[in-house]
């Protein structure tokens, strides 16, 4: 991600105002003074009309009246008397600076309390991921909505795959219960406390703090055509009892997200397949049954011992899957990148192209198949994984290809080594083994 300047300098800004609780604290201080410049301005002026109701004879001009307010204002301020100019007040003049004593004491107590709580709360939040400033527009960001046992190995996913510049927002009813677990993972990691009963939240959330300069996305910039203002990772609720089978709180989440915002790429973290048929004319981009896959890595390591550190580093995790390990495993383990093609090599066969790459290049990387982008009439009726682009890795010669789909109704070659890529348009992909983003424009 390259965010400009003053989004980085403003982000870092309220990271310190939202640890500090700044702006609650500071309203409040700047309401006392309010309070403090009207007790002084009404102590003093009191305490001029007794000066000249009682005392006239001893006042030559105005201005020997208007010193009064410089008296009550060392009294409000300080809590202490002047000194021999108390002796020119008389006796009702002399209660009221005894009130603006006491009144100054009390003020000043208040906000010596705010300047306390400002140090209390650093400390007692300092275990938790901050607060999300209220109108922060944050641009294009991870958004993980629900909490369960998967949010701190998915944000150390996230983490090691995209580096630490790309904000998190936790949306949960008891969002400000995360746990820090390493301060250098949980960097740019917010939290939205939301309250459930109210109508519209979402709405708020997506108005408040979603930005429309999607140009800065580094992943709008590979998806040009699927521009999206966020990333939503549903997480369903595990501490509760659901239906297998209907699932029906992730259900309701995905339905309010398809109400309040369109350009948002949505993930869903489910309990069974069968919940699938739910989100049919959802806006739903990829579903994710976690113990389907956890049962099928279990298999291919009884059958293929080891298999499953090949899978774990392709997702982006380290030798070990340690989130103490992530300094280690950024930029060291080699997984599944994406890049533009450049104009010099559109219009192009894969199988071309491969050819010119590996030719001119010392390769840091391994190519693996190409991501198509795919118009309204290529999707076809699956609209539910994948809407816009079609990942096809290996790419088969056209022969292969005829084969694999006549004897074994092959889904997983729809492609092959000689289809044309951006043929028309600049939106098709590469997919790449690489430890680090590659970058095809200085190609010649």
Known sequence: MEYPYKYILSRRINRVVQRYQLRKRLKEISNLFIVLVIVWFVGGTLTILSQWAF???????????????WIVFIEVTSGFDVGEEVKILNNT???????????????????????????????????????????????????????????????????????????????????????????????????????????????????????????????????????????????????????????PDTIQKAMEIETFKRDIYTIVELYSDDVKKYLHQKNIEEWLNISDYSTRLIAQSALRPGLTTVFNEIMGGGSKGD?????EMVGSIENIRLSLIPEQLS??????????????????????????????????K?????????????????????????????????????????????NDLLIFLSSKDINLNHFT
């Open 93 to 247: 003049s002399m209660a009221i600076t005894v009130v603006m004593l006491i009144a100054g004491m009390v003020i000043g107590g208040l906000v010596s309390g705010e300047i306390i709580a400002i140090i209390l709360n650093a400390s007692k939040k300092a275990g938790f991921i901050p607060e999300a400033p209220s109108n922060f527009k944050f641009i294009d960001p991870i958004i993980i909505y629900g909490i369960n046992e998967h949010i701190h190995g998915i944000i150390s996913s996230l983490r090691n795959l995209d580096g630490i510049y790309r904000d998190i927002l936790v949306i949960d009813k008891d969002a400000d219960t995360v746990h820090i677990i390493d301060e250098k993972v949980y960097v740019n990691v917010w939290h939205i406390k939301v309250n459930t009963a109210k109508k519209n939240y979402l709405k708020e959330i997506f108005s408040n703090n979603l930005s429309r300069e999607l140009q800065y996305s580094s992943t709008n910039r590979l998806f040009k055509k699927s521009l999206k203002s966020c990333r939503v990772i549903i997480l369903p609720d595990q501490t509760k009892e659901n239906d297998a089978f209907t699932d």
């Open 347 to 380: 219009n192009q066969s894969y199988k071309e192209i491969s050819n010119k790459l590996y030719s001119q290049y010392e390769s840091p990387y391994t190519l693996i198949g190409f991501c198509k982008y795919l118009s309204k009439e290529e999707k076809g």
């Open 55 to 69: 005392s006239a004879e001893i006042h030559n001009s105005i201005y020997d009246y208007l010193q009064y307010y």
């Open 323 to 327: 989130i103490d390990d992530f300094n």
């Open 382 to 426: 699956d609209l539910l994984r994948n809407p816009d682009y079609y990942y096809q890795v290996n790419p088969p010669s056209i022969e292969k290809q005829d084969h694999f789909i006549k004897n074994y109704d092959s889904r997983s070659v729809r492609f092959n080594s000689q289809t044309i890529l951006n043929k028309g348009h600049d």
